[in-house]
């Protein structure tokens, strides 16, 4: 079972502040997923990154995997009160193994 | 489309009571389905998984047991609840391994 370190834990900002969130594992993953899960609900995928040094991008949300697939960041520019939620990164070593969760990085954003 | 569906989506239990909570998975066939558990807002814990009808994998050994007596069923069980067995049960699914797991709305279990 792999372990997948988010840091950091919580992170409390201002409206219009700029983030950055990290996941990290000594395992190499063939893939890696974040997710954004908000009280009383479900995750909710928001991206998947494949190969190492990739960078995705979604709105204002920028994705990037490490070159050796070890670790992810996700940063959020601009932030507004709508990013609050909690941010989980998943991982999957290889076929045959189910997807691990980080702890989360619990985020709030005030106005 | 497919849909997940779990419930209930809360319950409270006296402790030594049993568990029964289900999940059914609509429009696919043959999913990977999973049973999460999630402490005070932190990260999900695997607790089992399952490819296929009536076979299961258990990832924490513990209280719970599960079974999946049709292809897309996924039950989570307990003969005798423990306070510890309190949190948020999330049931969830994918086509294959490592892509996208799809969640249901979770069952929030207070064992009293």
Redesign the interface.
């Known amino acids: 079972?792999q372990l997948l370190k988010?840091s950091p834990q919580f992170l409390s900002i201002q409206e219009g502040e700029n983030l950055t969130v990290y996941c990290n594992s000594s395992s190499v993953f063939?893939?890696l997923?974040w997710y954004r899960q908000e009280?009383?609900?479900?995750?909710?995928?928001l991206v998947?990154v494949v190969t190492g040094g990739e960078v995705k991008k979604l709105k204002r949300l920028t994705f990037q995997f490490g070159d050796a697939r070890k670790d992810s960041s996700l940063h959020i520019t601009a932030a507004q009160p709508g990013d609050t939620g909690?941010y989980?990164c998943?991982g999957?070593e290889?076929?045959?193994?189910?997807?691990?969760?980080?702890?989360?990085t619990?985020l709030l954003v005030t106005p | 489309s497919q849909t997940i569906h779990q419930w209930p989506a809360t319950l409270v239990q006296p402790v030594g009571s049993p568990l029964s909570l289900e999940c059914t998975v609509e429009g696919t066939s043959n999913p990977n389905l999973y049973w999460y558990r999630q402490a005070a807002g932190r990260g999900l814990q695997l607790l089992f998984y399952s490819v296929g009808i009536g076979q299961i994998s258990s990832e924490v050994p513990q209280n719970l047991s599960a079974s999946r007596p049709q292809d897309r069923q996924f039950i989570l069980s307990s003969k005798k609840l423990l306070l510890s067995d309190s949190g948020f049960y999330l049931c969830a699914w994918s086509q294959g391994w490592n892509t996208e797991a799809f969640f249901g709305q979770g069952t929030r279990l207070t064992v009293v």
């Open positions: 079972t988010q063939s893939s997923q009280p009383g609900e479900g995750p909710v995928l998947t909690l989980l998943a999957g290889s076929a045959g193994y189910a997807l691990n969760f980080g702890k989360g619990s």
